[in-house]
């Protein structure tokens, strides 16, 4: 290769792989509806523009063996090993909100991704995509309804 290429390609190498890289917090705010049951557990993540899992943002309740209500993350996700690696807290009542921070890579905004939250209550229904929402600009601020559990979900990129 010639010496004028390689320059062009380290160059735009190294323009290029910084942007993919940085990334800023994204502030998600869910408030649940007064479903009269016990507290939810909520899975709020991320999936690429085919539905492919990306990443776990948060995982809300502490008892593992209930995670397989998450049906949607729970199969999506099977396969990463550190996808509750710092994102797990507790369970959310009926009428209380979840407040969520999470870096995120800026590539993935206006890309086609979405996020969303699967929810799930003891002895009650589960709602897999309880909230579906593209990753845009367009969508921050702006409340999206849950199915079943969620009132209203909104996000901000900071």
């Not at 735009?12 to 940085?22: G, K, R, S, V």
Request: with cysteine; aromatic share 8%; proline share 4%.
């Amino acid at each position: 290769m010639s010496k004028p290429l390689m320059t062009l390609l380290a160059t735009a190498c190294a323009l290029t792989f910084p942007a993919l890289a940085h990334s800023r917090p994204i502030s998600l705010t869910a408030q649940l509806k007064n479903y009269g049951g016990d507290g939810a557990y909520l899975a709020v993540y991320v999936t690429d523009a085919k539905g492919a899992y990306v990443r776990t943002l948060w995982v809300s309740g502490g008892k593992a063996k209930y995670y397989k209500h998450l049906s949607d993350w729970s199969r999506l996700s099977a396969g990463d090993a550190k996808r509750l690696d710092g994102v797990t807290g507790a369970s959310v009542g009926a009428g209380r909100t979840l407040k969520v921070t999470a870096d995120l890579a800026d590539a993935l905004i206006d890309a086609g991704y979405e996020i969303r939250i699967d929810a799930a209550a003891e002895d009650m229904r589960d709602s897999p995509s309880e909230v579906r929402v593209p990753l845009s600009k367009a969508n921050v601020g702006k409340p999206q309804a849950g199915k079943q559990y969620i009132q209203s979900m909104t996000f901000q990129l900071q």
